[in-house]
């Protein structure tokens, strides 16, 4: 377990990539129509431009940079890094400004973050269209769609159909933050032990034991639900000292210094670890990690259905939701077998992937479609287990991020084994965004919610799973049938 193991002053480290580089058409379905001959080449020939990544590769702009942590995030095509000098460095999907270069440009290779010249980004977190950053004074600056308040500015300016566009990075109401964490359309910030949330409050997501639901039509039923952008204390948790915080797309899990984990949001999968699938407006005490089981403060993931953590004895990995495409939920935690044995150093979960740093191994596992595991183009697609990426065996991984699509591997650098790695450059550093799909048309009957879903209540049962599957989103390749381990 990490905070059993003797820890060595991080000074830095080199970024790995694997995973889609086509930005624009990660988890994007394509046209339901039959193609033509002329559009089936220029498919071809974009695949070419854009090549998945199956298995690690260094970043051609990143050699010789030293990086000191990366992010992205469960809902999130976009990736986030900060260098040893504070730099902050984006790139991915930009369609709603999140890169925050005060433009709408994708940007295929990392780029620094101008506006933030002079402070030292220390954190960072991803949403599907904003991003958040903590510098080393306590401040954190958020950039990209406002559209809930989930950029936490503490005014919201986007009205009717008209979305407000934060394209540079902008202060939020907060302060003495020491860490970020996104979901899709809200943000949660640690500030000196104590969490504030700021955003769409559907599922009751934000943790004031409220779902600011009303009805918008006067005739008809239209549930909404009303932002909150101003970043507001979750008193729930005030009389504890939180240690990590992690967001899933529509759910949270808090670890405390006192071994406690409280969860909330969308309850669907039991994912929040309450033995029912119903959702919860305010954290809850997770009860497995009461007195008998207390949690390790530092190592949490949510991905879209599930959470893992740690527990202190043993560094066992405990898990609760859905995290296979097959199989029953967990509806509360239980020991994750797969993972025994092992130090974990440091966690991530995508939309429906996972990766964990442990030992001198890096570990990853779910449902993937665009290499974003790093087995190798002769390896698994997808792994319904956790597996090695045996292009990292032996190297020491830091700290791994998970987005949409991607992974990022922060390793030891100066190993051969790491230099030995190929070495990736875009064929275009940036370009305009490709027009993003058409949503499906809205089904009848109560009218879309605030984040174009529809309002999901409580539900139990596997009828009711499947329901949330469609409501939440999976994306990714089935995963194949069986059971193993990460064998040491």
């Not at 970043?231 to 006192?258: D, M, R, W, Y």
């Not at 665009?370 to 190798?376: A, H, I, R, S, W």
């Not at 919610?449 to 469609?470: C, Q």
């Amino acid at each position: 377990m990490a905070s059993e193991v003797e820890k060595e002053e991080w000074t830095g480290g080199e970024v790995l990539f694997a995973g889609g580089t086509d930005w624009a058409k990660i988890a994007r379905g394509g046209s339901s129509k039959k193609q033509t001959d002329q559009e089936k080449m220029a498919e071809a020939e974009r695949k070419q431009l854009y090549p998945d990544q199956l298995a690690p590769v260094r970043l051609k702009s990143l050699v010789g940079v030293k990086v000191m942590f990366v992010a992205a995030g469960s809902g999130a095509c976009h990736s986030i890094i900060g260098d040893a000098a504070g730099k902050c460095y984006t790139w991915g999907r930009n369609e709603r400004g999140q890169l925050g270069h005060g433009d709408l440009l994708q940007r295929n290779v990392p780029t620094i973050i101008k506006k933030l010249s002079g402070k030292r980004v220390i954190a960072g977190a991803g949403g599907k269209h904003h991003s958040a950053v903590v510098t080393s004074d306590g401040e954190s600056y958020t950039f990209g769609s406002n559209l809930y308040g989930q950029c936490g500015t503490g005014s919201l300016k986007s009205k009717d159909k008209v979305e407000e566009l934060i394209q540079s990075p902008v202060l939020a109401s907060v302060s003495n933050c020491d860490d970020v964490s996104c979901g899709v359309e809200f943000t949660m910030w640690l500030c000196d032990g104590k969490v504030f949330s700021a955003g769409l409050p559907q599922y009751g997501q934000l943790g004031h034991n409220t779902d600011h639901e009303y009805n918008a039509k006067d005739s008809s039923v239209k549930l909404m639900y009303a932002p909150q952008p101003q970043p507001k204390q979750i008193q729930a948790l005030s009389q504890f000292t939180v240690t990590k915080v992690a967001c899933g797309q529509n759910h949270t899990l808090a670890l405390t210094q006192e071994g406690q984990a409280f969860s909330w949001g969308n309850g669907g999968y039991g994912r929040l670890g309450h033995v029912k699938q119903q959702d919860e407006f305010k954290p809850r005490n997770i009860e497995t990690f009461n007195q008998r089981v207390p949690v390790a403060p530092d190592v949490a993931a949510c991905s879209t259905t599930a959470t893992f953590c740690v527990v202190q004895v043993g560094g066992q990995v405990y898990a609760c939701g859905k995290w296979k495409s097959s199989g029953d939920n967990t509806m509360y935690p239980k020991a994750f077998m797969d993972l025994q044995g092992w130090n974990i150093r440091h966690m991530a979960a995508g939309a429906s992937h996972y990766a964990v740093a442990a030992d001198q191994s890096t570990i990853t596992w779910g449902q993937a479609g665009n290499g974003e595991l790093g087995y190798g183009p002769s390896g698994k697609k997808s792994s319904a287990n956790p597996d090695k990426v045996y292009a990292l065996e032996g190297v020491h991984t830091h700290q791994v991020a998970c987005g949409i699509g991607h992974t990022l591997f922060l390793v030891k650098p100066g190993s051969k084994q790491v230099e030995d790695l190929e070495v990736y450059e875009p064929a275009v550093a940036e370009e305009e965004a490709l027009p993003e799909p058409e949503a499906a048309p809205a089904a009848k009957g109560k009218g879309k919610a605030a984040a174009g879903k529809g309002k999901a209540k409580a539900a139990t049962g596997k009828a009711a799973a499947g329901k949330r599957k469609a409501e939440d989103g999976e994306e990714g390749a089935a995963a194949p049938k069986g059971r193993g381990r990460a064998k040491k």
